[in-house]
């Protein structure tokens, strides 16, 4: 029996498979097209500081104590082997490209799936592939965000046909006897929270449709617990593994990095209301071409009459949305976690648009569609176009300091040994892997220094201490920090200035002081 609240539409001839790989094809060339500029940019911060933190444990130091970052370790895992494969910022940048090729065609099947037609998913796959790219949201940076999209698609498109088969009605779907796609799904909703603890959007899309299910008694409820336990067992068994390697290393150290410290210090709920909102409009307009291009299509799609199967998406989206807005810090690359759930909401829309009984109409649709979306790469030609590698990287990811990473990289390999130590006070968390050189300071990023109790005056320690770096490169003030003096004087007495190499003042210790 069809869906009774299914929308009665035209029916239209179907795309074949040569039309649809025809269309990826396109979709997949834009999405590597707009990352090729930034292949040989410098990485960014982030980038850097969880390639060099992937490196230091790689070499044996101790994950989430000597080497510190606030990632669970399915990041970490990711940036060891692309390491192991080409130790460079160039490797890092292809993965960031591949995993962007892979989710156009994951969501192209998505919308496939549920829908039962090619339309939506090659429309959602296009304006993903156009938005994901925009350098204003650092899309070409292998980033949390886009590295935990993956998995989190990957696990919404093994449960699409049981989804599919729940929704359609009590009798059972063929695929959905079948234990392993359930068990894979509940695996891959697992190692995209592991990526990034933000990643719980499809795990939250998945259980809600379930729960749904379960409450309007779409399937008998027996057979809905049998899937959610087979889902549940590939879900726990990822995590449970990085809790037992937290448990190994320390599990307070552990527990701290991946929840303690971002429930404190990079939420939503902690400093000023109005500090949060300065931040999400600031983000929101450099956001502002992929919003006014996707949003319109993304609300047509959430407002339609759904079928039940689209009911996961409008999920996803929310859970999306709820891991964007808890984030608090609101960096532009948040935005890329939105992109896989909205953009098959905007796919949905514009099919929905194109369905119109008046056929004069189509084109017109069609046509706005390709507009919003070529109107997203005239945004992203302003910064693309910059003949110069250094000041692209510098005007998308809005940070002075990369530019000056590769100068001061060569100058450190130059002056000093593999053994020497260095820190980039208070932060530059890319530097150290640029220059293959150590920090004795675990800290990388400026927050951390801030906000971890102790954590400064663990650095005033160090600074005045035997064990102290061997060159310290400042950005912008000593002063800049809390206890500023303090750091000001510690430098006078232990270190002299030797170089300013890119803009960045470099002090080296003063032996025997």
Known sequence: MPDPIAPTVRVRPPIGPRTTWGVLAVCIGVTVLLRVPFWNAPLTADEGGYAYVARAWSRGATLYRTAWVDRPQGLLLLYRAVIGIGGHGLAIRLMATLWAASLVVVIALIGRTLTDDRRPGLWAAALFAVASGLPQIEGFAANGELLAALPSALGVLLMAPTIRGIATGPTP??????????????????????????????????????????????????????????????????????????????????????????????????GPFHYRWLLF???????????????????????????????????????????FALGGLYHPHYYI??????????????????????????????????????????????????SSTNARITEAARDGRLAANRSLAIWLRAQSSPSDTIYAMYADAALYFEADRDSPYPYLWQLG?????????????????????????????????PTGPRFVAILARRYKEVAIVGGAPVYERIIGS
Not at 177 to 185: E, K, L, N
Not at 197 to 224: E, H, K, M, N
């Open 281 to 323: 409009r600031a983000s929101a307009q450099l956001a502002k071409p992929l919003l006014w291009a996707v949003g319109p299509f993304a609300l047509v799609g959430l407002l339609r009459r759904p079928h039940r199967p689209i009911l996961v998406v409008c999920l996803w989206a929310v859970g999306a949305t709820t891991a």
């Open 337 to 386: 976690g939105l992109l896989p759930s909205f953009c098959l909401l905007g796919g949905l829309g514009v099919d929905r648009l194109t369905q119109t009984r008046w056929p004069s109409l189509q084109p017109v649709v069609t046509g706005v569609a390709t507009i919003a979306g070529l109107s997203m790469i005239v945004a992203a030609l302003p910064i693309l176009t910059i």
């Open 173 to 270: 779907f063929s695929h959905a006897r079948a234990r392993t796609p359930w068990i894979a799904s509940g695996g891959c909703c697992a190692v995209a929270i592991l990526i990034k603890q933000s990643g719980y959007d499809a795990a939250l899309a998945i259980t809600g449709l379930l729960a749904v299910a379960w409450t309007f008694r779409w399937w008998p409820r027996r057979r809905l617990a049998t899937i959610l336990g087979w889902w549940a067992l590939g879900f726990i068994i990822p995590i449970g593994l990085a809790a037992a390697h937290g448990a190994l290393t320390g599990w307070r150290d552990w527990w701290f990095a991946v929840a303690g410290y971002r429930l404190a210090v990079e939420s939503v709920t902690t």
């Open 449 to 481: 220094v801030e906000h971890i109790p102790g954590a400064l005056d663990r650095l005033a320690i160090l600074l005045d201490g035997p064990r102290r770096p061997r060159y310290v490169i400042t950005f912008g003030s000593p002063k800049s920090v």
